[in-house]
């Protein structure tokens, strides 16, 4: 599901290795592009998922619509936001989607510390306190946030 991620991921981990850039400005830049590849595929992953629920439940044109709106119903891949969306399907997935996290509460804490410390370089709000390996750490743990998502989603 997050090919891209694991692959840039390796990139970096190599060039890290290769050119003893660790503990360095160069982590840091590779740090950063690294957050926001991350969020980018999670968002895109959600939205995948609502589309293709959608597609699969729903009269031609009622799903024309209501894909046309996703990215007004999804404002966010906070986990508030993501259980609100699911209840939205069905009053009781959020919190089927709430009690599967809180069973994980490493990617709970991961998956929060990806998306906050996306938030901080997208919007210039200081420094990133994540090394590579931290980084590379939360990714593992914050991608079952994004699976129970979609799980909850596709009622498995």
Do not use: W
Not at 88 to 105: H, T
């Amino acid at each position: 599901m997050f090919s891209e991620v694991d692959q840039a991921i390796e990139l970096c981990r190599e060039h890290l290795d290769r050119t003893n850039s660790t503990a360095t400005e160069i982590e840091a830049f590779l740090v950063r592009y690294l957050l926001v590849l991350i969020v980018a595929k999670f968002e895109a992953a959600v939205r995948s998922g609502l589309i293709a629920e959608i597609k699969a439940n729903a009269r031609a044109r009622v799903a024309a619509f209501a894909v046309s709106s996703v990215d007004n119903v999804l404002r966010s891949i906070k986990l508030g936001e993501l259980s609100g969306v699911l209840n939205k399907f069905e009053p009781e997935l959020g919190a089927i989607f709430s009690d599967g996290i809180s069973r994980i509460p490493q990617a709970k804490n991961a998956y929060d510390n990806i998306l906050n410390n996306r938030r901080t370089v997208a919007h210039d709000l200081g420094l990133v306190q994540l090394t590579f390996r931290e980084l590379c750490e939360n990714y593992a743990d914050s991608k079952a946030v994004v699976e129970n998502f979609i799980r909850v989603l596709n009622g498995s």
